[in-house]
């Protein structure tokens, strides 16, 4: 590995979806940029399902078919068990002409770390970032102390930058530095996951297919509301080349009672896979892979801000909801593009550059709260940004909010949708294209 | 600097032919054209809009003026663009590169 430069115009925390994009997309226009990376890519990362969006953004970085020749299973739609309610949604019926992905994420990661990198972005793995000093951020000369330290190594060194993107996802180094990330005391969730090989699965046609069939029968992911929880927990269950990722978001307060004192959350979460019809049914003939199960607490978060003189905060890094509509990578796309643009406006024209901050500000603010009002129970009892929420979903096309409510009508969110969405045809539309789902009984 | 209203609707048409999201499918974009509606415009391309159009007239958006009423239809632009040109002071285009 080359020495790190002691300077570049952008310093890149992270190398996740948002990390990376951000970085090909600033490289591409011709500026120096250095994105570090803690881990060592491949590495594992939750969060497998990806919604048609992403293409946008996939194609705007040269990486689209990187990824089709990849090979990921292609998913059909989402197949819905919402208190004993089945239904069911095909990308298709919305317009969509490229599919939804399935992805392991090691290896989605690394192909777009990979973009990054032949796009002359300067990629250090296993670096991590400790803090930044912007107390000189984008005065006249001003530069950006950046301190690193290799991971392994006791001695830690600088990096002199004019922007600092923050897209370390929940770790956060910047938004925790300064003291901006604030936890959704209202939504005391966790997720417990795992992986099980040779599941079975629900197809885009309705029908119950084996593990075997899955890159010839594209495959939905199949959600379910969990007993407990009033509504708001929830399975997801997603097939991917070889494993299939089976999670449970619930109350923590739940999980709390319901675990006994010395029972492993493995075991906690076998026992929860058994009690549920549809998925233990799934499961008949499949193996659970032993050491999978991990899990996150109190994960809900958003950011008092999301940039400032000389940094932004990207995807995850600047807020997380609940995964439950997968537009966790959407919106990290989406935020390394805004920042992107945004920078590139910063740097040419210096004297708007609050200007083009607060743009960026209020656009991704806007759609972090519209994320939020679709995801969180009780929404519109703490309807502070719903204004704001509901420009966000303004400037979705018809085709996007009608099957942002196809999917809030499945998960019985669709209250909370009815108060930001102001396309009445969106409505007709998701209304027509959400089907029952039969399954048959053998 | 004052525009005639056909000038406004060009600029925008021709920019948004070329980095309008599906303009190919759109075809002709009409001062009436829903081109949030019909994806023209979407949640990413505002960023690229919003600046193409601060350059090209010399004047800035602000935050809370991104709203679907200002941005629904190139007839909206040009509205809030020539509100925005009125409002400047005499002579002095906004422009600060």
């Not at chain 1, 000189?136 to 290799?150: L, N």
């Not at chain 1, 999670?247 to 009672?257: S, T």
Request: aromatic share 10%.
């Amino acid at each position: 590995m080359s020495t790190v430069p002691d300077s570049c115009d952008v310093v890149v925390i992270g190398g996740g979806p948002a990390g990376s994009l951000a970085a090909t997309y600033l490289a591409a226009q011709g500026y120096s940029v250095v994105l570090f990376e803690r881990q060592k890519h491949p590495r594992y990362n939750v969060g497998e399902s990806l919604l048609p969006d992403i293409w946008k953004y996939c194609d705007a970085a040269g990486v689209a078919d990187a990824i089709v020749s990849e090979g990921f299973v292609r998913k059909a739609g989402g197949s819905v068990d919402w208190k004993g309610e089945m239904r069911r949604l095909s990308f298709s019926d919305f317009g969509y002409t490229r599919p939804a992905l399935h992805v392991e994420r090691d290896r989605f990661d690394h192909i777009l770390l990979e973009r990054a990198r032949a796009s002359g972005a300067w990629i250090g793995e296993e670096i991590a970032v400790l803090d930044a000093d912007f107390s000189r951020a984008e005065e006249d000369g001003g530069e950006i102390p950046v301190t690193y330290r290799p991971v392994g190594e006791s001695s830690v060194a600088r990096i002199r930058c004019r922007y600092v993107l923050d897209a370390s996802g929940q770790t956060g180094v910047i938004g925790r530095q300064l003291g901006l990330r604030v936890f959704d005391e209202g939504f005391r969730f966790m997720s417990v996951w795992g992986y099980f090989d040779n599941s079975r699965y629900i197809a885009g046609d309705g029908q119950i297919h084996p593990a075997t069939s899955v890159q010839q029968i594209p495959p939905t992911t199949y959600v379910s509301a969990l007993p407990q929880g009033d509504g708001w927990a929830w399975l997801w269950h997603i097939m991917l080349r070889k494993t299939t990722s089976i999670g449970l978001v619930i109350p923590i307060a739940w999980a709390q009672e319901t675990k006994g004192s010395g029972e492993s959350w493995e075991a906690w979460f076998l026992k929860q896979c058994e009690a549920i019809p549809l998925l233990r049914r799934l499961l008949n003939d499949a193996t659970f892979c032993n050491g999978s199960v991990r899990l996150v607490r109190n994960y809900s978060y958003r950011s008092t801000r999301v940039a400032g003189p000389g940094f932004f905060l990207l995807g995850d890094a600047a807020g997380f909801v609940d995964p439950i509509f997968s537009v966790g990578v959407v919106f990290a796309m989406y935020s390394a593009y805004a920042a992107a643009h945004t920078i590139d406006r910063c740097l040419a024209q210096r004297a708007r550059r609050d200007h083009h901050r607060s743009i960026f500000s209020s656009q991704m603010l806007a759609r972090l709260e519209l994320s939020r009002s679709l995801a969180l129970p009780y929404y519109q009892d703490q309807d502070a940004g719903h204004a704001r929420a509901r420009e966000a979903m303004s400037f979705s096309s018809t085709q996007a909010q009608a099957l942002m409510y196809a999917a809030s009508m499945l998960t019985d969110r669709s209250g909370n949708f009815d108060s930001m969405a102001n396309s009445p045809e969106a409505h007709r539309a998701a209304a027509q294209r959400v089907r029952p789902l039969e399954i048959p009984q053998r | 600097m004052k525009y005639t209203d056909e000038q406004i609707f060009d600029a925008l048409a021709a920019f948004l032919a070329k980095d309008g999201a599906g303009a190919e499918s759109v075809g002709a974009i009409a001062p009436e054209t829903d081109i949030v509606g019909q994806g023209l415009v979407d949640s990413v391309g505002i960023f690229k809009l919003i600046s193409f159009v601060e350059e090209k007239f010399g004047i800035m958006i602000e935050p809370d003026e991104v709203l679907l009423e200002n941005f629904k239809t190139l007839q909206a632009l040009r509205n809030l663009i020539v509100r925005k040109l009125g409002g400047a002071p005499p002579g002095g285009s906004a422009a600060i590169a």
